[in-house]
């Protein structure tokens, strides 16, 4: 979910009294609700959002510790990347570092604390652009194809649960340079919150497939052995009454050269960009 961008005004950040009204008598959650609700959080999720933002070094049980927290990360994310998310709990950690459990709890008071942890440095910084802006079209294409390929590197990342869950620095970070782009074309504050939302939808929606690859190759599937049990499931289509579209797409001869999954990619990344492009145009004049 977008973040508000510079340019937005103080009203924008707490509404109108009307407003909030129209919003809840209609039950529609609304981007500024969103919003809204940062300054109102449940505590014990307040106090997690706390752990990732404060100075982990200051550790809240007994004396100091014989280790980093950032060790107790890296550890978590090493049994995530070669085990998966569920190999991850707090004896496991512990194990790895060979301390005790109760030790990686004086900077992670829960396990939820430490996924939290792991998954903002499993999202690592966005890369910075190594070359002279001016084409935003350009910037927000390298943007999407740069989430594209962390979320396959930590294909683990796929595996959370959608709860509410705090979000760090390195989350915010990628937000924010999707949104430098998209203001730099010349959208409204809230426009820009919106298209971050098409963009970023897109981009994990359409990475899914290379996110399940990821994921097979990290447990010793062979991309052909993947591609084979895909390609039976979606074979199952044709002959059944109940997908008549799909089987004719699948069933159709190509008349071009198929794509490939990088190349699909982009392909749809393209079309939705020719629509953020048209509003950017619309809106101008």
């Known amino acids: 979910m977008p973040g508000r961008k510079r340019g937005a005004s103080g009203s924008r950040a707490t509404g109108s009294a009307k407003g909030r009204a129209g919003q809840s008598a209609k039950g529609a959650l609304t981007h500024e609700d969103v919003m809204q609700a940062s300054v109102r959080a449940d505590p014990a999720l307040r106090m997690r959002s706390q752990l990732l933002w404060e100075d982990r070094n200051r550790s809240t049980r007994g004396p100091k510790a014989a280790f980093a927290p950032e060790e107790v990360v890296l550890a978590a994310m090493d049994i995530a990347d070669a085990e ?9 950690v512990s194990a790895r570092l060979g301390f005790t459990t109760m030790a990686i709890y004086r900077y992670f008071p829960s396990k939820e604390a430490l996924y939290d942890a792991i998954v903002d440095a499993g999202l690592g910084l966005p890369p910075r652009p190594t070359e002279p802006r001016g084409d935003w079209r350009a910037d927000v294409a390298r943007w999407a194809h740069a989430k594209r ?3 396959c590197a930590r294909p683990w990342l796929a595996e959370l649960p959608f709860i509410a869950a705090p979000h760090g620095p390195n989350w915010l970070a990628w937000l ?10 010349g959208l409204s504050p809230a426009d820009v919150g919106q298209m971050i939302s098409v963009v970023d939808g897109y981009t994990r929606g359409a990475s899914d497939t290379s996110i399940s690859l990821a994921r097979a190759r990290a447990r010793g599937i062979s991309e052909q052995e993947w591609a084979a049990a895909v390609g039976a499931d979606l074979g199952r289509a044709i002959g059944d009454p109940r997908f008549p ?30 629509g953020v492009e048209r509003y950017v145009n619309s809106a101008r004049s």
Request: proline letters at 6%.
């Open 84 to 92: 998966g998310l569920g190999a991850v709990t707090m004896q496991a």
């Open 149 to 151: 390929a962390m979320l």
């Open 176 to 185: 924010e340079a999707l949104a430098e782009p998209l203001y730099a074309a």
């Open 245 to 274: 579209t799909f089987a004719a797409i699948i069933a159709a001869p190509s008349e071009v050269r198929p794509r490939t999954m990088d190349e699909s990619f982009d392909f749809g990344l393209q079309r939705v960009l020719d």
